[in-house]
């Protein structure tokens, strides 16, 4: 049977509640140009030393805007634009593709049960968060 790419989020969420998955995206690009603009800005205002403080106070509010605040990946997951949801669904199905199942039920209560399976996907999704997204990721205890 055909799986769905809303199905297979779905079991990523489910997989990753089950651990406690949390992940912080970074925003360098963001944060770069805070930083870039306030001594921009800084340098307009007070000439040589206005480019000095502004950018010490941009790079700190830079910095502090490239740190992620950690969200539940189930979060980020259903957040994913289209494109990026079918690159998580192509390499989930290449493992589950040798699976028989009827619905998505099933095929959730087959992979919860399987310990394999279950550190296989969730590879897949550190993987794809720590590479594809530069998330940083932790477990809840």
């Known amino acids: 049977m055909p799986i769905r790419v ?34 921009f800005v800084g340098g307009l205002m007070g000439g040589p030393p ?3 403080v502004g950018g010490a106070v941009g790079g700190l509010l830079g910095a502090w805007m490239a740190t992620g605040r950690f969200r539940p990946v189930p ?6 634009p289209p494109a990026e ?10 493992i589950l593709r040798h699976l028989d199942w009827t619905d998505i039920v099933q095929l959730t209560a087959l992979v919860m049960g399987n310990a394999g399976l279950q550190q296989k996907l969730r590879a897949v ?13 932790k477990y809840r205890k």
């Open 75 to 80: 979060q980020i997951l259903l957040e994913l």
């Open 125 to 137: 999704l550190r993987n794809y968060l720590s590479k594809e997204l530069r998330a940083e990721i």
């Open 50 to 52: 206005g480019i000095a």
């Open 6 to 39: 809303d199905d297979v989020m779905q079991l990523f969420c489910r997989l990753s509640q089950a651990k406690g998955m949390e992940a912080a995206v970074k925003h360098s690009g963001r944060g770069a140009l805070v930083a870039g603009a306030t001594a």
């Open 85 to 94: 949801q079918q690159k998580l669904y192509d390499e989930a199905v290449a």
